[in-house]
């Protein structure tokens, strides 16, 4: 079997983040990112934060290389055959907090798993994603947000984008509010298929569709005029955010559960956020037309 | 086996319910609290809610009467003897969010779970106590939040409270952080020694000691003066709240894994909740003290 490539993930992870890094400052116009080049036991990383821009009211872009002797729970559970095999992850994770209400909040995640037991093969396998998740929604931005996701996984097979749009879909649902986060976009776990080459050109195309995916949408929607009801619709719904990555997200848990780095892996945490007991909207509201037209599951591409 | 009485229990809860939001009016002076009573499934509860007060941003008691037909993994991973018995579970659960950060956030629980198989004689158990959680810490309140727990224990033995201080300080630790949630107080589960009488008295008792142990501070703060640097530090620590009981409480873990009703559940959660990368108080700021002096597990009530 081939050997994966550990170090082309490396520096594509690192090439990524800076590109990222940089387009963001490029769009923020008054911010740049600060880092930490940070080391915990076996694990080192590269956290870079930007905040109190004039777009991002925070931006957290992670870079991160763990080690560690025994998978966690938050892997296994789902994969028993792993349990006590030895890892290395690395990965990029990015969640844009933007000040605009009309601007959505996004994310994205490029990881590499290998877990290894003395006499077997090694286990490898790629994941990641993006996701969008606007506080008032724009059924154009919903549809850009798709086709790129769409355009990404269109020379990897036809059955790619439907797939993986579900995946997501299922994953990021808050199931104690039966809502789903935002409106999704790609989700994938455990990717193997069809080779280590392929595997990793797919995750490639993901991390780098990312831009293309959310750059437009900040670029259309960061004059938009908002004020406080706007301001305080965003800050509750933050709230659901905080909610969602503490309670359900597999890859916070991963952190926490493997002592990670935790100011690192909490930079997904909004700077701000409201809760309201019973909040809801007026009917046909603009704020109603989120919980009713974008946070129900969809098909944003059918005609 | 003699069996225990529900019917007491509920009626104690509700009037425990209604004694403490009578004396939160009292204290506040301006809000009321605004009752839902809900029923979902087999279940049922009176939660009640009061905010924007003189005193209190937010405070939410909840009483709720729940049954399942088999116990959730929040409880069996503790009591695999249980796995899969039908329950009942009642109790009246509440989180205080005062609006000077010089008044300290507290929690109390009082609990009563009853599981039951065919065939086999039931279990049943008491838990709650209460816990305390200051942004400004005060070394006289910290001792009389301890005296009053260090009391309502000393009628049941002198081990009491030591051994139920000692849990509330584990339990109430946020492992990502390495940190207490404050000060601690009283915790205890499983509580069946050494009758059925006992343990209610007991658990009544720390019922109702939670407002000896909690008004006089509130009292003595509540005019303090404040400004802006106290509120982002109380919006800060506020961030650790939602952590913890996102993160690690079993109590809000049981009812979200038991479908229970969110809004009731997470009416714990901050009205406004702050979050900064990599935050470090200035060496010896009020704010490190909180850190360097009260955070860390200590005997309040050593000479």
Known sequence: MEQPDTESITIFLLMLQNQICDALTAIDGRAVFQEDCWQRGSGRGRTRV????????????????????SLPASITTHRLELVGRAYQAMGVSLVMHPENPYVPTSHANIRFFIAEKPGLAPAWWFGGGFDLTPFYGFIEDAIHWHRTAQAVCRPFGVDVYPRYKRWCDNYFFLKHRNEARGIGGLFFDNLTTPNFAQAF????????????????IVERRKFHPWGERERQFQLYRRGRYVEFNLIWDCGTLFGLQTDGRTE?????????ARWEYHYEPDPDSPEAVLYRDFLPVRDWLKD
């Open 50 to 69: 930007l905040r109190q821009g004039k777009v991002f009211e925070q931006a957290g872009v992670n870079f991160s290389h763990v080690h560690g002797n």
């Open 201 to 216: 050109s797919f995750s490639r195309a993901v991390g780098q569709g990312y831009l293309d995916a959310y750059l437009p």
């Open 264 to 272: 690192s892996i909490l930079i997904s945490m909004p700077p701000l």
